[in-house]
């Protein structure tokens, strides 16, 4: 059962006049059943949008959101696709004067998924799945450090069993050493549960680690699509490649230390540039860039890039 969104756009600041901000555009995502997909770009592309739009949380303001085969729906999506979204602040899914184990039964007890005198048992088993032990139910969560809170979000939302886990950036509040065993944490479940997963990141290190494919945004569009390692490997469009050399080599290959800022700054989203959304930072742009828009279009087995070059 893929899921997908379809020409999805999203209009954020209607109301009089036209709208101000495309924060989506012509979007199109296919996620397979099983699949993690890392969607990476700079802070302010749209990824946590498209992240919201796929969980239910926004209705795209045109386009359709079909996940699991389902019709189409405009705005939130039928109850028989379970979507659960993890966010980057443990804080904001987990209300401080509940315990733990409220807060993870509650979902699951109203959704049938336990019963109340299962309940215990239930979210022992998931704080167990998540590397905590079954004591952590009767904490409340500001007695737990920003990973073990990290952990408690990710069994809240796995104990509704979801058809997707939309995960926003889900290790870039926690400290450096906590992050690699929060990544391991979600190897392990997408191992034991095939997970679906949607990741979004800033962090080309931790995509590549976790997800099969990766799609990559800017500005409100999809850029390039791909098998992580291929695209990591031989980058199609223009501003993967600036992406991909922006971060230090060492993170990714531990070899060399080398790396080039991406030239330029991130054109505002209210005034996008004419043509080729990158071409002003694009070290290749050339006349047709400046006037025609780059479709998004299939460039190798798996693949698409939206480049007049690729
Ligand atoms: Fe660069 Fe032109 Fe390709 Fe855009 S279409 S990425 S400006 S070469
Ligand atoms: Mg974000």
Redesign the pocket.
Known sequence: RPSLVQRVGMAIGRGEGPPRLRALQDVDLLLQQGEALGLVGE??CG??TLGRVVAGIHAPSSGTARLGGEAPMRGGHKATTRVQMVF?DPFASLDPRMRVGQAIAEGPVAHKLTTGAEARDYVGRWLEQVGLTRDYADRFPHQMSGGQRQRIAIARALAMQPDILVC??PVASLDVSIQAQIVNLFLKLRRELRLTMLF?SHDLAVVRHLCDRVAIMYLGRIVETGPAGAVYADPRHPYTRALLDSVPKLVLDADAVSFQPIAGELPSPLRPPPGCPFHARCPLAFDRCMVERPLLRPVAEGREAACHLA
């Open positions: 802070s302010g990824k946590s980057q926003d950036e979004i």
